[in-house]
């Protein structure tokens, strides 16, 4: 089946660092990638997408790399505010005859200080 | 304008009610969602519609029944509240292909 993995949380960081938060992914067939950000008390809002090998999505700063071959789609900023402060969901999509539907991973909340 | 709609935003309710949720988007999309998010915030689809047509049904008890009176509203029935479904209900909607997803601001389920 399909199913997506990623690093667990809470990553805690200070204002301007670097962030990474790691994904990587199973699937049959050539999924859609995306990252999720879910601010507290709030919905899910689409951060980046990318929808074929090698695409780069970005948003806000924000960027993920489809890598086929290491089946992964790292989130990275350079430099985090403490408005950056959420949990990030990375998910992938496949269109099959069943339907279509969204796999998430179990999210990675961020904690920015200042 | 608020693009997917979810009412109510809290619901707390008592063991053995029953209680419905109603999602209302206005994007024109052809397929909505049912996702529930449990305490540890891990999301897992629970029903897609297309087109007012079920087309994923996931290993979800049969207390719960979703509805789509028409391709912009898709409503979740629960009878027979239990503890265990206390838990955010979130709406979405997308575009057949998925490509991106909309999703409402989810309603919080409290069963006591």
């Known amino acids: 089946g399909n199913s997506v993995t990623q690093m667990e949380g809470p990553v805690t960081l200070s204002e301007e660092a670097f962030l990474t938060i790691n994904c990587t992914y199973t699937a049959t067939g050539y999924p859609s990638l995306f990252w999720y950000v879910q601010y507290p008390g709030e919905g899910l809002q689409l951060l980046l997408k990318?929808?074929?090998?090698?695409d780069k999505g970005s948003n806000k700063g924000f960027e993920a790399t489809y890598r086929k071959e290491t089946t992964s789609f790292h989130l990275e900023k350079g430099s985090v505010q403490v408005s950056d402060s959420a949990v990030y969901f990375c998910?992938?999509?496949?269109?099959?005859?069943?339907?279509?539907?969204?796999?998430f991973g179990t999210g990675t909340q961020l904690k920015v200080e200042l | 304008d608020t693009a997917v709609s979810q009412t109510p935003k809290y619901l707390v309710t008592q063991m053995g009610n029953d209680k419905s949720i109603k999602c209302e988007q206005n994007l024109g999309h052809d397929t909505m969602y049912w996702y529930k998010q449990d305490s540890k915030k891990f999301l897992k689809i629970m029903f897609s519609y297309n087109n007012k047509e079920l087309i994923i049904n996931e290993t979800v008890p049969n207390r719960f029944s979703p509805k789509s009176p028409d391709k912009a509203h898709l409503n979740l029935h629960i009878n027979s509240l239990e503890l265990g479904d206390s838990a955010v209900y979130f709406c979405?909607?997308?575009?057949?292909?998925?490509?991106?997803?909309?999703f409402g601001s989810g309603t919080r389920l409290t069963v006591v």
């Open positions: 979405a909607s997308s575009r057949p292909l998925g490509n991106g997803y909309t």
């Open positions: 990318a929808t074929k090998a090698d």
């Open positions: 998910a992938l999509s496949i269109l099959t005859g069943g339907g279509n539907k969204l796999t």
